[in-house]
T-cell receptor, first 113, second 110 residues
Framework: EPEVTQTPSHQVTQMGQEVILRCVPISNHLYFYWYRQILGQKVEFLVSFYNNEISEKSEIFDDQFSVERPDGSNFTLKIRSTKLEDSAMYFC???????????FGPGTRLLVL | KQEVTQIPAALSVPEGENLVLNCSFTDSAIYNLQWFRQDPGKGLTSLLLIQSSQREQTSGRLNASLDKSSGRSTLYIAASQPGDSATYLCAVRPPDKLIFGTGTRLQVFP
């Protein structure tokens, strides 16, 4: 069964460093998403991406964040200068249409020291 | 602003019990509602998707209902098993994104 994959599974970084989180969505999907979950809190929407552009972003997704689909298979989230409060589990998701089931990857646990 | 609430926050039941998890949302303008399961430290596994025009969906021992006008959904788990122990999340979908509740942490003991 096709699945969303994410790398790395864990990342530890120093405050102020740049990180890139990688995702490979399900191959025939067109809609891509990033969410995050701070420990003990709700899963929160960050950004949605369709047709090579951002379709919606939350207040969390400020200028420090960017997304890219550099080729036909990868979808990346870049955090330019990490802060302590960026420590969270980051989930990538994809969907065939904007109304169907979103399928989530296993997440990347980011720890900013 | 859409708010999603789940009660109870935690539930502990003996194996074999039937149980109901509740989800409520404040804005009925949704495309669909999705129930997920999350195991500790893991990703989200989609369980059921109910479109806004539907009243319920079933998968195995799981049944989810949706009453859009009253802003409520329930997830019914029949004959619970220890393997059902996890956190259950509901999420509503206005256009595009998902808005999640805080989840119900379920423990089923033998």
């Amino acid at each position: 069964e096709p699945e969303v994959t994410q790398t790395p599974s864990h990342q530890v970084t120093q405050m102020g460093q740049e990180v890139i989180l990688r995702c490979v969505p399900i191959s025939n999907h067109l809609y891509f998403y990033w969410y995050r979950q701070i420990l003990g809190q709700k899963v929160e929407f960050l950004v949605s991406f369709y047709n090579n552009e951002i379709s919606e972003k939350s207040e969390i997704f400020d200028d420090q964040f960017s997304v890219e689909r550099p080729d036909g298979s990868n979808f990346t989230l870049k955090i330019r200068s990490t802060k302590l409060e960026d420590s969270a589990m980051y989930f990538c998701a994809s969907g065939g249409t904007d109304q169907e089931t979103q399928y989530f990857g296993p997440g990347t646990r980011l720890l900013v020291l | 602003k859409q708010e999603v609430t789940q009660i109870p926050a935690a539930l502990s039941v003996p194996e074999g019990e039937n149980l109901v998890l509740n989800c409520s949302f404040t804005d009925s303008a949704i495309y669909n509602l999705q129930w997920f399961r999350q195991d500790p430290g893991k990703g989200l596994t989609s369980l059921l998707l109910i479109q806004s025009s539907q009243r319920e969906q079933t998968s195995g021992r799981l049944n989810a209902s949706l009453d859009k006008s009253s802003g409520r959904s329930t997830l019914y788990i029949a004959a619970s098993q220890p393997g059902d122990s996890a956190t259950y999340l509901c999420a509503v979908r206005p256009p595009d994104k998902l808005i999640f509740g805080t989840g119900t942490r379920l423990q089923v003991f033998p």
